[in-house]
Structure formats: structure tokens, C-alpha cells
T-cell receptor, first 115, second 111 residues
């Protein structure tokens, strides 16, 4: 079945450490997104990519970095510059058609905690 | 500021009850999404609307563009409907792919 796979499901980070969250999709989608979810808040966009080797900052990109070397993969690195990284991270993907209104498909998320 | 407001924040119902969750937004949109997030965290897209009404099984979503308001209805609710329901909009004239999300409505259906 086609879908989005995020790994790991739970991740722990020490202070000053960079960690990378994996996101892989086999839906042949061009666009991929990373969101952060905090308790009591709506999802917020970190980064998105519409095509391989290109990506744009979202609303809360500081302290994060991404790469898009393959269409299927969009890993997110939470750097030591991110001072409050404890959150639930969701990856999503969608097609890019002439119409803007395409649904986004989501992964099951990665919960990141600070040790 | 473009915002998406959902009500209620929390909703508890008995099995079989009719459920309504509301979503309001502030400026013109090109599409509105209803999403379901289960306790494990994964999100499923339920509906995408730009006008009118859509139905899928026991779920019905409506949108009133003039009033900038959408509702998600669940008929004959069941404990398996317990989840967080999230409204998200794509604002007209904004980035092609950016969604603005509401904070979600936590629905608990008791047997």
C-alpha cells in the first residue's frame, strides 16, 4: 500500500545534539512538508519542498534544516540551535497539479523529547 | 492575522448521538480540509471542500463561503469516532501549498 513512513516513532535528544527525523513516501508525490505540533496549538509548517533539490522555509524554520535529494525522501534535522525541540513532528506529502487544492497525506509522526 | 477557530475544544458524547464540530476562518479561502487525528498521532484527511457539502459514510462536511464557516457532522456516533478533529484552510492568494490549522476538537464518544 502507498503511504508515508516516518521513523523513529519516538526519539530522544541530549542537549547540544543534532537529530534527524526520517520521512519516506511511495505515493509519487512531488511536494513534501514538515509540521510541528505542540499541545493546545495547531500544526505549524517548518519546511516544505515542491521538487527535488529545492525547499522553502515555513513559519518556524529556525533551528531546523532539511534536504530533498530524492523525490521519495525529505529528512528533517533538528539542530542544537532549536531551543525547544520537544514536540510531535508530522511529515506530509501531496501532488502538485494545475489546481492548488490537493489533499495532503500524513505520516504517523515522530515524538521528540529532550533527555 | 489569518486564523482558524474551532469549537468546541472538547466534546463528550454518548454512542449514537449526532455530533457537530464548527470551524470559522477570517478571510477568503480556496479550500478547507477536515482531518482526523487518532490517539497514536497519525492524521487522516477526511474531506476537502471549496463549496457546498460532502458526505462519506456517517460523516458530513458543509461549508458556507459567505459566512466563512464550516461544520463537520457525525451521525450515529460510535466510540471508534473518538479522535481529534482538525480544520485547516488554504487562504486565497497565499502560498500554493500552505495550510493554516485550527487547534483541533477532542471528541470522546462513550459507549
Amino acid at each position: 500500500d502507498g503511504g508515508i513512513t516516518q521513523s523513529p516513532k519516538y526519539l530522544f535528544r541530549k542537549e547540544g545534539q543534532n537529530v534527524t527525523l526520517s520521512c519516506e513516501q511511495n505515493l509519487n508525490h512531488d511536494a513534501m512538508y514538515w509540521y510541528r505540533q505542540d499541545p493546545g496549538q495547531g500544526l505549524r509548517l517548518i519546511y516544505y519542498s515542491q521538487i527535488v533539490n529545492d525547499f522553502q522555509k515555513g513559519d518556524i524554520a529556525e533551528g531546523y534544516s532539511v534536504s530533498r535529494e530524492k523525490k521519495e525522501s525529505f529528512p528533517l534535522t533538528v539542530t542544537s540551535a532549536q531551543k525547544n525541540p520537544t514536540a510531535f513532528y508530522l511529515c506530509a506529502s501531496s501532488t502538485i497539479q494545475y489546481s492548488r487544492n490537493q489533499p495532503q497525506h500524513f505520516g504517523d509522526g515522530t515524538r521528540l523529547s529532550i533527555l | 492575522k489569518n486564523e482558524v477557530e474551532q469549537s468546541p475544544q472538547n466534546l463528550t458524547a454518548q454512542e449514537g448521538e449526532f455530533i457537530t464540530i464548527n470551524c470559522s476562518y477570517s478571510v477568503g479561502i480556496s479550500a478547507l480540509h477536515w482531518l482526523q487525528q487518532h490517539p497514536g498521532g497519525g492524521i487522516v484527511s477526511l474531506f476537502m471542500l471549496s463549496s457546498g457539502k460532502k458526505k462519506h459514510g456517517r460523516l458530513i462536511a458543509t461549508i458556507n463561503i459567505q459566512e466563512k464557516h464550516s461544520s463537520l457532522h457525525i451521525t450515529a456516533s460510535h466510540p471508534r469516532d473518538s479522535a481529534v478533529y482538525i480544520c485547516a484552510v488554504r487562504y486565497s492568494g497565499g502560498s500554493n501549498y500552505k495550510l493554516t490549522f485550527g487547534k483541533g476538537t477532542l471528541l470522546t464518544v462513550n459507549p
